[in-house]
């Protein structure tokens, strides 16, 4: 699976295309492969480092997702 990380905070060349483990579903979760993620001004604050509240590093951006269920366990 790959995703786009930031390692670091900085402009947009800290967006880096990385293989990542694939996710598994626990109990009343779901897989969801993402078709397409929006870029608004939080990520972009988030990415610098801006905003008032870090994410740990390293992250994978995007909070605005499209896609669709490939794995889920029951509750």
Not at 9 to 27: I, Q, R, S, W, Y
Not at 29 to 55: E, H, L
Request: charged share 25%.
């Amino acid at each position: 699976m790959q995703a786009i990380r930031v390692n670091e905070f900085g402009g947009p060349e800290v967006l880096k295309l990385e293989d990542v483990p694939d996710l598994h579903a626990g109990a009343g979760q779901v897989v969801v492969r993402i078709k397409a993620a929006g870029v608004n001004p939080y990520d972009t604050y988030m990415r610098q480092g801006n905003y008032a509240v870090k994410p740990a590093l390293p992250y994978t951006r995007g909070v605005m997702r499209r896609g669709w269920w490939t794995r889920w366990e029951r509750a």
